[in-house]
């Protein structure tokens, strides 16, 4: 008998567990601020109040966007009562306040990876639900939302073009959760700008290089990031048509080093950890592909059962007691389940 793949519900218990330990644990961290004199020295608790742990700023801030999903999805599965406990305390107007600045005084910081995370967290507290603490919780993610919002239209304004990597500089990555964020949180300039500026950048784009793929440190692949972001552009037959220029092997199941899971050779190297993510983040883009393209499409079919072999792979990686990859990677676990 074949036991059946795990469900987000399934793995909730343990996904908010390694969440409420990672985001409240301040070191080791990987702080990125940018000193302006021998006394701007500052710990991380101190310089960012709400998303100080699991690592690096916006690990602790997507590890707060899973906490929410968990509580608002999946409520039953977890110790909610200290999931709240912890986010009221992070996600309150005074420490909120301390991150808005902090964003607004460092224009550069995050760009674009970290940013898209905040708009995604203040989206996930703001989508319509019954949940009156969540709510109020988006209200006071809003400021820092809104300084994110900014930053993202003046960058889009002046980038010379997109980062077509494999990691935190993807642009599409970015771009796709920050449109999806934008929608929720009624930001209309922003929705056209990432739209307009998606459109000029990608659409055009044909015979993506995804045999390459992966590079040795990869946690997103750069033609499904890229497809991920334009199946947000472009309806079901447009989408297919694209596709057929873009990933023109598709449909005959190539490249397979596209389709394949990967492996990553040792896990307590958090770069190549990175892998164990890449399979997850693969799923999640193909099934939301998958799910945009006609049912008759070959294509369909192939990336459902590419994703759920990812999926597979990507969610050993949660068994494994090594904070180089638990930092992160219940994030991506969930965007794959969910997808």
Known sequence: MTSRPPTLADLAPRLAETALANVTREFPNAVAHVLQGSDDVARPRLLHPSFYGAYDWHSAVHMHWLLVTLLREHPDRIDAPRVRTLLRTHLAPDPLGVEAAYLRAYPGFERPYGWAWLL????????PHLDVEISAWGRALRPAADVVAGLLLTWLASAAGPVRDGAHGNTAFALGLTLDAARVLDLPDLTNAVTATATRWFVADR??????EPSGEDFLSPSLSEADLVRRLL????LS????GFLPGLGDGEPRSLLEPVAPPDRTDGRAGHLDGLNLSRAAAMRSIARALPAADPRHEILLSSAGLHVTAGLR???VDEYASNHWLGTFAAMALSA
Request: overall charge negative; some cysteine.
């Open 120 to 127: 995604a967290l203040a989206a996930a507290c703001a989508e």
């Open 207 to 212: 015979a993506a290089p995804a045999g390459w």
């Open 235 to 238: 309806g079901g037959s447009e």
């Open 241 to 244: 048509v694209w596709l057929d």
């Open 317 to 319: 990686a949660l068994c």
